[in-house]
């Protein structure tokens, strides 16, 4: 088995440091070998000199299957983490000194405790430095008390805001090196964790939020939460950096414990602190996404594990659907990176889930490349190995064979906004927010509400959420209260707002190339006025997600229209995407500037208008016409004849009406006029369709 040595034996070296301790010296290369020894183990080891106390060195021990002898290039980070003491040094050097950032070594492990060190791009003159914090959420649940207490630290640390984000998590931005300790201990002491939301581990996992009383929706949440505890890091150094080592973990269920600790086929480390992770953590980051049949609220073919509960005719669950190799991240003119969806692995019965995740791990794990992080998910290992390859090693740690496949129906995006029945009695909410970002008068009211009727809350996938709790007699005065602050019944909200995402880009991410969050307000109205000059109906809409580089944060790779920056003010255009998210869109056109965006659009959405078939979506219309055709278009395009206005309307009779329309427009970045035509339009709408309240 593989070398080992306990946290007894750390200790006494860190007591004697003229002992030497033997060291794992580094993966071997990922380059496949045969599957007859692929389970074989073998050991790789080093002398080292133990440096003195001050410097603690980790004892590291790794069992893997044998690789070929020559040994490839590892990045700095994998070096970094191998002297880490598990994800320790020298981060808790950096927080004591008086600086305001931290140095290279700690940028990377900051991550693993949930955060990202940051500074204003925009100032000149030096640089401002500040850190955004991640929680991590399972399922996107928030407490009560988590969600006040986040919503304090927005206000008294951060920039007044909060963020909610893709992976059903907040963020908090501008939190200052000196103020961390204070917020992260803040954070734990409400139940809250950010531990792994960021760096080389699995992060937040991903279930629908509503919190429907169904046997599935709850079966799959357990699960959710089953595979987040599984997969939490072990080794404590999380607590030792934030709040002195005291310990704040929940009760785990015995079945987690069971699956985290077994090793019949050589998946763990033994008698590691990390006996999953071991002292490497994996090659880059890992994401992990359960649902139930139908409900796409959470993209699962974008996830590297994608997790789908399947039941019986009774409706009792049974087993699981797994698809894996799913990811985002790409780099621009570099055709060996892409973004990928998600296949079909096969089918385990539920009781076997958690050793079927801890085995796709251990596999990626294993052999994910850790020499060029650009190719570190998992989903380039399968691009590599092929499906059938990467089955066979998983099976060799799972110890099973993976069952057949079970069918599904069609995916359907659930977007659970609006007024729902729970199935207990009471009521949930779901609140679209744009882009996630919570603040102003919108924040402050919300507060209000979860505090006064002590609401617990859920994140969404697509950045908005989800009030949950609320007794019938609540529905109206918590429905009025909001929607003067601008959180409106999903009804009232344009359809392209409902489905659109950005990422935060500038002025805080280091990686940003074009804006996101900032420009995409400005972005819709524009698509909205190219839908009004080429007759397309309000109620129509495409999903449109934005994002400031190629990383793919906001999955703008799944959109029917999506635009990833790549210059300076521009934006490559990705079209073919599906509305339930189940196609994987393809590049258009590359450098687009962002005030040349309707000599693209409109070409686009007028031969949508008049060429599609019936109820054709815009992105089955593009892959459809093929990008050749739709690249004429465009080229060829002499613009639309505006037609005349055919109605002169007097929206509002008195100037007391039109002064509180437009306060309340102006919280939706929208005109008066603009707002009250949204608002009379569903009305008619719904009068047509028999449905008006």
Request: with cysteine; aromatic share 10%; glycine share 8%.
């Amino acid at each position: 088995m593989a070398a080992t040595f306990g946290a007894a034996n750390t200790a006494a070296a860190l007591r004697e440091p003229a002992i030497q301790l033997r060291s794992f010296d580094g993966l071997r290369s990922s380059s496949s070998s045969s599957s007859s020894n692929s389970l074989a183990l073998t050991r790789h080891f080093s002398v080292f000199s133990l440096p003195s106390p001050r410097r603690p060195s980790t004892v590291k021990a790794v069992s893997t299957p044998v690789k070929p002898a020559t040994e490839t290039k590892r990045s700095k980070v994998e070096i970094i983490k191998e002297h880490s003491n598990f994800i320790r040094y020298p981060l808790n050097e950096e927080l004591l000194t008086e600086a305001p950032n931290v140095n290279e070594s700690a940028v990377q492990l900051i991550k693993f405790h949930g955060s990202y060190q940051q500074y204003n791009r925009e100032e000149r003159g030096g640089r401002s430095y500040s850190f955004m914090l991640r929680t991590k959420n399972p399922c996107g649940k928030v407490p009560n008390k988590l969600y006040l207490t986040m919503d304090d630290l927005a206000d008294q640390f951060g920039i007044g805001t909060l963020r909610l984000t893709t992976r059903q998590t907040f963020q908090l931005h501008g939190v200052v090196k000196k103020d961390l300790k204070t917020v992260m201990s803040s954070i734990i002491h409400s139940m809250g964790s950010t531990l792994g939301a960021c760096g080389d581990l699995n992060r937040n996992v991903l279930a629908p939020p509503a919190p429907l009383a169904k046997k599935d929706y709850l079966f799959a949440q357990q699960t959710a939460e089953d595979i987040a505890a599984l997969l939490t890091p072990q080794s404590g150094f999380y607590y030792d950096m934030w709040v002195d080592g005291e310990k704040f973990m929940t009760a785990e269920a015995p079945e987690v414990v069971k699956a985290r600790n077994d090793n019949s086929h050589g998946t763990n480390f033994p008698d590691s602190p990390e006996p999953i992770y071991g002292t490497q953590f994996l090659p880059r980051k890992f994401k992990i996404a359960v649902t139930v049949p139908g409900d796409n609220s959470v993209d699962i073919l974008t996830n590297d594990i994608g997790v789908v509960v399947v039941s019986d005719d009774n409706g009792e669950p049974q087993g699981f659907n797994i698809y894996v190799g799913g990811g985002m991240g790409r780099t621009h003119r570099m055709e060996s990176t892409f973004p990928r969806l998600a296949e079909p692995l096969g089918y385990v019965p539920k009781e076997d889930i958690l050793y079927a995740i801890k085995a796709i791990v251990v596999t990626q794990r294993e052999n994910g490349r850790r020499d060029d992080r650009r190719y570190s998910r998992m989903k380039y290992l399968i691009d590599s190995w092929g499906i059938e390859k990467f089955r066979g090693v998983v099976e060799q740690y799972y110890g099973k064979k993976f069952e057949q496949f079970r069918e599904l129906p069609e995916w359907e995006f659930k977007s659970h906004l609006g007024w729902h029945e729970q199935g207990d009695g009471a009521l949930f909410y779901g609140l679209h927010v744009d882009n996630g970002r919570v603040g102003g008068k919108m924040k402050k009211t919300l507060r209000e509400v979860i505090e006064k009727y002590n609401l617990d809350v859920r994140i969404t996938a697509n950045q908005n959420i989800i009030l949950c709790g609320i007794k019938k007699a609540w529905k109206r005065p918590i429905t009025t209260t909001l929607a003067q602050a601008g959180l409106l019944q999903p009804k009232y909200v344009d359809p392209l707002n409902l489905t659109a995402m950005a990422c935060p880009a500038f002025p805080l991410c280091p990686l940003a190339i074009t804006e996101a969050e900032r420009g995409i307000p400005d972005i819709l109205k524009r698509i909205r006025a190219v839908f009004e000059k080429v007759g397309l109906k309000y109620n129509e809409s495409v999903v449109i997600r934005v994002t400031g580089c190629p990383n793919g944060c906001a999955r703008p790779y799944m959109a029917e229209l999506g635009l990833v920056g790549d210059g300076p003010n521009s934006y490559q255009i990705w079209l073919g995407g599906a509305p339930n998210q189940t196609v994987l869109a393809r590049t258009f056109m590359n450098k687009v500037k962002v005030q040349d965006l309707e000599n693209v659009f409109e070409p686009l959405f007028y031969h949508w208008k008049r060429r599609r078939q019936s109820k054709e979506s815009f992105g089955d219309f593009t892959n459809r016409v093929g990008f050749e055709k739709l690249q004429e278009l465009v080229d060829k395009w002499e613009g639309v004849e505006a037609a005349p206005t055919r109605y002169n309307l007097r929206l509002f009779s008195d100037k007391d009406t039109y002064e509180k329309m437009d306060g309340l427009a102006k919280l939706q970045n929208k005109t008066a006029h603009q707002l009250a035509m949204e608002i009379v339009r569903s009305y008619v709408a719904s009068q047509e369709n028999g449905k008006a309240e």
